[in-house]
């Protein structure tokens, strides 16, 4: 059976969801953060060197990495998730798959971080420094960047059901979390198409059933 080495508000959630999609048992072994840090416990060294979730078991194999994780279970469980190879539709899989960690992660997280530097406990003289500089990341970098990755896929959105086109694919699960995190407050600005997306995701039973498996989530 599947084990999922599932960490709190992070991306096995979307693990679930693909899990429940494709109707196959698999039990989830749940892991906490640090409530200081908000990084894993060590623990899930002992399933994966990088300590890092998702990691999936699938009897002696271990998956690590939600893109890798999602390609095993397509090709070993649903292969209706993978278009056909070389048509337009698996290009576009092919594309989003990449672009989710690639492109649009790296702001949100890089946000996270100057956030936090933004209010971090610094002597008094140095706070102008300090938030002077992030604010100035923040407006000329990683700002203009989230709104032009944001408005690429609502653009997109607007003429697409999926990712892949009109059928869902691997794709769409790998784009759920940052746009999830992205709607529920990551990004500013309107992006309606992408918000109905994230609604009509967390609207599907296999979706609810995945939030009830994997317990409190704060982007649902």
Known sequence: MIIVHHLNNSRSQRILWMLEELGIAYEIKHYQRDPKTMLAPSSLKKIHPLGKSPVI??????????????????????????????????????YWMHFAEGSLMPPFVMKLVFDKVRSAPVPFFLKPVTKGIADKVMSSFIEPNIRNNMTFINDYLAKNEWFAGAQMTGADFQMSFPLEAAVAGR????????????????????????????GPYDYA
Do not use: C, F, M
Request: charged share 15%; net charge positive.
């Open 57 to 94: 078991t699938d009897g002696d194999i271990t998956v690590a990495e939600s893109g890798a994780i999602i390609d095993y279970l397509a090709n070993n469980y649903g292969k209706n998730l993978i278009p056909t190879t070389n048509s337009p539709e698996y290009r576009q899989y092919t």
């Open 187 to 214: 990004a500013t600005g309107n992006y309606p198409h992408i918000t109905a997306w994230v609604k009509r995701v967390q609207a599907r039973p296999t979706y609810q059933k995945a939030l009830q498996a994997g």
